[in-house]
């Protein structure tokens, strides 16, 4: 019986030994080094000193001047190892294993060497990572702070690996330099792929590689802590997005348990099979769409694109097939994700090669493009297309060269370079700080290239000039940066509290130009008023249409909101985030430059408007700025919480595509481990979060709350506070959730779209503004589950639309029914879909419906 016992433990625990066996922990060999001393960073990770590993005698070690507002951490950051001359490490390493190599570079002035003459090369071995590399032109060009390299070592046959730096001789008083080191001991995650367009395969279990790109495709960030032990840092996927479909996220219910199998679980962390991005079920959209991802790269090297599949919707063959395109090219013309992996919530991954030829599409700068389109031919049951993750890696050559040429700063940043040189000749000591600050955290090289194509064929901003600003990640860190205050004409002035970095990437303008600009702040120009103060419309460079905010000195907002919205949005690009052109600080004014939205607030559109918002129209508006938002609280390693969103803020361009504006009292979160930042509330009344009221600790929750409130409002078209209803409808929030709860919604929808809402879709919107609207920031949902339901009750919405076409017609076949048939099962499935958390919405707190409902200013901050 003892030994029954025994052996009843052995096999319940067999499974879990198993699966032990497959998680990769190579930690034990690991060398995590810093310039330095070393220490801990803000992820917990130990760094040890580089010393004992250093083969140099003329090697200096120096802090950074400045550091800049989007460092994830003073280790291993803030202290480079400078090498006037040639110098070596030597690591201990096993000859059979293949080993990360990561290398840290953070441009600043050290001492007396400014990063801007540091040109060299490394080697690795036999092999060539950099040649001839300029840390401060890329993170220049690529508009980052700092920037990691990472590299996949393949055996080296060799006991050590000796990491040489050597100073280019071509640059006088080059050095070389490094920040960090990371060797680490991997599994072998590669072997032979099939290389497109050709029959044969490559072998890439042999070669070293070098990271490009690694994405959570439809996912949120996942940092290295986060990863599946290999340290890895996993980014989101939008900003690659070209064309005109960039599809619908989708994630896995909560209670799905990813099935490995045989696949090691190390490959990728389960959140990356969690999360996908598809085109969607409406037919009419996804056989016409291609789901497209840009990617920039350097030329004539081969590259292996590791594409990672797990539908957790489908469990047949052929129920979803697709194509898969690289560089339009067909490289799966039939891929059918359970047909590959066997079942529901099988992950599975595919790799390819392909060579990317120099200017192979008219550009100065090569692209990679990765497409998937349905494929109808086999006719599937359903006609769409998804992706859960992809990599991107370029191989070494037959000469074991990986390096490529340092990338080109765009000619608005060099003209913005120029002129913060010109206005800030006292800054000049920052102005030395050549890192640019808009990079997301733990980003590493190339991975972070701007999608320089991607921005060339959108519309120009300034013209006569090409913007190369990445729309990549956005820069999170602390936005008050120090600094003793300048004086310009005899008045003080917060100049030096926008860092160098922050005024290199917008354009300064002199006061002499905002006022021609706008005809000496004419009255006649005013096209709004805000917190801040007046909006001017101008026209700057001989037609370029731009708003200018001009702070009032009465304004409650100042100086710290001033520079707050230029550490902010200079450092962000991206398509539904307004765009700061620049700013101007002279004589006692402080005026800020913007893209000019032509169709102004979403406020405007609501209300006793001419021509009202379809419920189509008011749909994608919330869609476009739940991306704003959600790129801000996910778009890499910090969250960075607006605190002021409300429909005066969503702005609206000549196309009705939505943009989040006014920063001026956003927040980062330089240590969200604890949750929360503490800070004095702000914000809008009737759009304040309760929980962030009471607490005074402020999360991207509250920005979940004041969106819900949005959503509100752009059903009933009514504002958050009216003070002259009747005590219990004064605030929209608290009336909205009672008339939810009570079955009542149909009584305060705004008249010029009721009856025109698909139920379905009216029920999904409503649920979504219901839990963003929770009393507890746990039980919101997040900006992602919410702008994913709302892109669902689009397609509702839009299906209905299809529909009546087609009964209008009259001539439909039975496919038409079928297919019909079809997007309503798949609307079903969806439906069974949670958003949130797992705690369902409890009944209003009699607390927090006591605070708004005797707030009645609605004048806000």
């Given at each position: 019986?003892?030994a029954?016992?025994h052996?009843?433990?052995?096999?319940v625990?067999l499974?879990?030994?198993?699966?032990?066996?497959?998680?990769?922990?190579?930690?034990?060999?690991?060398l995590?080094?810093?310039?330095?001393?070393?220490?801990?960073?803000?992820?917990?990770r130990?760094w040890?000193?580089?010393?004992?590993y250093?083969?140099?005698?003329?090697?200096?070690?120096?802090?950074?001047?400045?550091q800049?507002?989007?460092l994830?951490?003073?280790?291993?950051?803030?202290?480079?190892?400078?090498?006037?001359?040639?110098?070596s490490y030597?690591?201990?390493?096993?000859?059979?294993k293949?080993?990360?190599?990561?290398?840290?570079f953070?441009?600043?002035?050290?001492?007396?060497?400014n990063?801007?003459?540091?040109?060299f090369?490394?080697?690795?071995n036999?092999?060539?990572?950099?040649?001839?590399?300029?840390?401060?032109i890329?993170c220049?060009?690529?508009?980052?702070?700092?920037?990691?390299?990472?590299?996949?070592l393949?055996?080296?046959?060799?006991?050590?690996?000796?990491?040489?730096?050597k100073?280019?001789?071509?640059h006088?008083g080059?050095?070389?330099f490094?920040?960090?080191?990371?060797?680490?001991?991997?599994?072998?995650?590669?072997?032979?792929?099939?290389?497109?367009g050709?029959?044969?395969?490559?072998?890439?279990?042999?070669?070293?590689?070098?990271?490009?790109?690694?994405?959570?495709v439809?996912g949120?960030?996942i940092?290295?802590?986060n990863?599946?032990?290999?340290t890895?840092?996993?980014?989101?996927?939008?900003?690659?997005?070209?064309?005109?479909?960039?599809?619908?996220?989708?994630?896995a219910s909560?209670k799905l348990?990813?099935?490995?199998?045989?696949?090691p679980?190390y490959?990728?962390?389960?959140?990356?099979?969690?999360?996908?991005?598809?085109l969607?079920?409406?037919?009419?959209?996804?056989?016409?769409?291609?789901l497209?991802?840009?990617?920039?790269?350097?030329?004539?090297?081969?590259?292996l694109?590791?594409?990672?599949?797990?539908?957790?919707?489908?469990s047949?063959?052929?129920q979803l097939?697709?194509?898969?395109?690289?560089?339009?090219?067909?490289?799966?013309?039939t891929?059918?994700?359970?047909?590959?992996?066997?079942?529901?919530?099988?992950p599975?991954?595919?790799?390819?090669?392909?060579?990317?030829?120099?200017?192979g599409?008219?550009?100065?700068?090569?692209?990679?493009?990765?497409?998937l389109?349905?494929q109808?031919?086999?006719?599937?049951?359903?006609?769409?297309?998804?992706?859960?993750?992809?990599?991107?890696?370029?191989?070494?050559?037959?000469?074991?060269?990986l390096?490529?040429?340092?990338p080109?700063?765009?000619?608005?940043?060099?003209?913005a370079?120029?002129?913060?040189?010109t206005?800030?000749?006292?800054?000049?000591?920052?102005?030395?700080?050549?890192?640019?600050?808009?990079?997301?955290?733990?980003?590493f090289?190339?991975?972070?290239?701007?999608?320089?194509?991607?921005?060339?064929?959108?519309?120009?901003r300034?013209?006569?000039?090409?913007?190369?600003?990445?729309?990549?990640l956005?820069?999170?860190g602390?936005?008050?940066?120090?600094?003793?205050?300048?004086?310009?004409s005899?008045?003080?002035t917060?100049?030096?509290?926008?860092?160098?970095?922050?005024?290199?990437?917008?354009?300064?303008?002199?006061?002499?130009?905002?006022k021609?600009?706008?005809?000496?702040?004419?009255?006649?120009?005013?096209?709004?008023v805000?917190?801040?103060?007046?909006?001017y419309?101008?026209?700057?460079?001989a037609?370029?249409k731009?708003?200018?905010?001009?702070?009032?000195?009465?304004?409650?907002?100042?100086?710290?909101?001033?520079q707050?919205?230029?550490?902010?949005?200079?450092?962000?690009?991206?398509?539904?985030?307004?765009?700061?052109?620049?700013?101007?600080?002279e004589?006692?004014?402080?005026?800020?430059?913007?893209?000019?939205?032509?169709r102004?607030?979403?406020?405007e559109?609501?209300?006793?408007?001419?021509?009202?918002?379809?419920?189509?129209?008011?749909?994608?508006?919330c869609?476009?700025?739940?991306?704003g938002?959600?790129?801000?609280h996910t778009?890499?390693?910090?969250?960075?919480?607006?605190?002021?969103?409300?429909?005066?803020n969503?702005?609206l361009?000549?196309?009705?595509?939505?943009?989040?504006?006014?920063f001026?009292?956003?927040?980062?979160?330089?240590?969200?481990?604890?949750?929360?930042?503490?800070t004095?509330?702000?914000g809008s009344f009737?759009y304040?979060?309760?929980?962030?009221?009471?607490?005074q600790?402020?999360?991207?929750?509250?920005d979940?709350?004041s969106?819900?409130?949005?959503?509100?409002?752009?059903?009933?078209?009514?504002p958050a506070?009216n003070?002259?209803?009747?005590?219990?409808?004064?605030?929209?929030?608290?009336?909205?959730?009672?008339?939810?709860r009570?079955?009542?919604?149909?009584?305060?929808?705004?008249p010029?779209?009721k009856?025109?809402?698909?139920?379905?879709?009216?029920?999904k919107?409503?649920?979504?503004?219901?839990?963003c609207?929770?009393?507890?920031?746990?039980?919101?949902?997040?900006?992602g589950?919410?702008?994913?339901n709302?892109?669902?009750?689009?397609?509702l919405?839009?299906?209905?639309?299809?529909?009546?076409?087609?009964?209008?017609q009259g001539?439909?076949?039975?496919?038409?029914s079928?297919e019909?048939l079809?997007?309503?099962?798949?609307?079903?499935?969806?439906?069974?879909?949670?958003i949130?958390?797992?705690?369902e919405?409890?009944?209003?707190?009699?607390?927090?419906?006591?605070?708004f409902s005797?707030i009645?200013?609605?004048?806000?901050r």
């Amino acid at each position: 019986m003892h030994a029954n016992t025994h052996n009843f433990f052995f096999l319940v625990c067999l499974p879990f030994l198993l699966n032990a066996l497959h998680v990769w922990s190579g930690e034990s060999d690991s060398l995590v080094l810093s310039s330095g001393n070393g220490g801990t960073d803000t992820d917990g990770r130990k760094w040890g000193a580089d010393s004992k590993y250093l083969d140099a005698k003329n090697s200096i070690t120096s802090t950074a001047a400045f550091q800049d507002p989007s460092l994830s951490s003073v280790i291993p950051y803030m202290t480079a190892r400078i090498f006037p001359s040639e110098a070596s490490y030597k690591f201990p390493v096993k000859s059979t294993k293949r080993y990360w190599l990561r290398l840290h570079f953070y441009p600043s002035a050290y001492s007396n060497f400014n990063a801007a003459d540091s040109y060299f090369s490394v080697t690795a071995n036999t092999l060539t990572l950099l040649k001839n590399f300029s840390a401060s032109i890329t993170c220049q060009a690529l508009s980052q702070a700092y920037i990691v390299r990472e590299y996949s070592l393949a055996p080296l046959e060799s006991e050590t690996l000796t990491v040489v730096f050597k100073p280019s001789n071509n640059h006088p008083g080059a050095f070389a330099f490094v920040n960090g080191i990371e060797v680490i001991p991997m599994p072998e995650l590669f072997d032979a792929a099939p290389m497109v367009g050709s029959p044969t395969e490559v072998d890439v279990k042999s070669l070293t590689t070098e990271t490009m790109y690694r994405l959570n495709v439809g996912g949120q960030y996942i940092s290295p802590a986060n990863d599946s032990g290999l340290t890895r840092a996993w980014y989101d996927d939008l900003p690659y997005i070209i064309g005109a479909a960039s599809g619908t996220t989708n994630h896995a219910s909560p209670k799905l348990q990813i099935q490995y199998q045989d696949m090691p679980k190390y490959i990728a962390p389960e959140d990356v099979y969690k999360s996908s991005r598809s085109l969607g079920v409406v037919t009419s959209i996804t056989q016409n769409f291609n789901l497209t991802w840009q990617f920039q790269v350097d030329p004539k090297f081969m590259y292996l694109v590791r594409l990672y599949f797990c539908d957790y919707y489908y469990s047949k063959e052929n129920q979803l097939v697709f194509s898969i395109f690289i560089n339009n090219q067909t490289a799966e013309p039939t891929a059918d994700v359970i047909g590959w992996s066997g079942g529901k919530g099988v992950p599975i991954y595919k790799d390819y090669v392909i060579y990317v030829k120099e200017d192979g599409w008219g550009n100065q700068t090569p692209t990679l493009l990765l497409a998937l389109h349905p494929q109808g031919e086999s006719k599937p049951e359903f006609l769409d297309a998804m992706l859960n993750g992809v990599e991107l890696f370029k191989l070494g050559d037959s000469t074991g060269n990986l390096a490529g040429p340092n990338p080109q700063p765009s000619a608005m940043l060099i003209k913005a370079e120029q002129e913060k040189k010109t206005f800030k000749k006292s800054d000049d000591t920052k102005g030395k700080v050549i890192g640019g600050a808009a990079g997301g955290a733990a980003a590493f090289g190339i991975v972070a290239a701007i999608c320089v194509v991607v921005l060339y064929q959108r519309k120009r901003r300034i013209p006569g000039s090409e913007s190369q600003t990445s729309s990549w990640l956005p820069l999170y860190g602390n936005s008050h940066t120090t600094g003793t205050k300048s004086t310009i004409s005899g008045k003080s002035t917060a100049s030096s509290g926008i860092s160098a970095a922050a005024q290199g990437l917008c354009r300064h303008f002199s006061l002499a130009e905002i006022k021609q600009a706008t005809k000496s702040f004419d009255e006649s120009n005013v096209i709004g008023v805000g917190g801040f103060g007046k909006v001017y419309k101008g026209v700057i460079d001989a037609g370029m249409k731009v708003a200018i905010k001009r702070s009032n000195p009465s304004s409650e907002q100042g100086v710290n909101e001033f520079q707050t919205e230029i550490e902010m949005l200079s450092k962000l690009r991206h398509k539904h985030l307004v765009s700061l052109i620049g700013f101007c600080e002279e004589d006692g004014e402080m005026c800020l430059v913007y893209d000019y939205m032509a169709r102004g607030t979403l406020r405007e559109h609501i209300y006793k408007c001419k021509q009202p918002l379809s419920w189509k129209q008011r749909l994608e508006i919330c869609i476009g700025a739940a991306r704003g938002l959600h790129y801000l609280h996910t778009g890499a390693r910090y969250t960075i919480i607006h605190r002021d969103v409300k429909t005066t803020n969503i702005l609206l361009d000549e196309n009705w595509v939505a943009k989040v504006s006014d920063f001026g009292l956003s927040k980062t979160g330089p240590n969200m481990n604890n949750g929360h930042v503490s800070t004095v509330v702000k914000g809008s009344f009737g759009y304040l979060d309760p929980e962030y009221f009471r607490r005074q600790q402020l999360t991207e929750k509250s920005d979940i709350y004041s969106f819900g409130v949005v959503l509100f409002e752009v059903l009933s078209a009514r504002p958050a506070l009216n003070p002259s209803l009747p005590k219990e409808q004064v605030s929209l929030a608290d009336w909205a959730l009672h008339c939810k709860r009570k079955g009542t919604l149909d009584d305060i929808i705004d008249p010029t779209v009721k009856g025109k809402i698909n139920p379905e879709c009216l029920k999904k919107f409503a649920d979504t503004a219901e839990k963003c609207l929770a009393d507890a920031g746990f039980e919101r949902p997040s900006m992602g589950d919410v702008l994913w339901n709302l892109e669902f009750a689009l397609q509702l919405q839009e299906n209905l639309q299809d529909g009546s076409s087609h009964s209008s017609q009259g001539q439909e076949s039975d496919d038409t029914s079928e297919e019909s048939l079809r997007n309503r099962n798949m609307a079903m499935h969806y439906r069974n879909l949670n958003i949130g958390s797992e705690h369902e919405g409890s009944d209003e707190s009699s607390e927090s419906s006591a605070i708004f409902s005797q707030i009645v200013n609605p004048k806000g901050r």
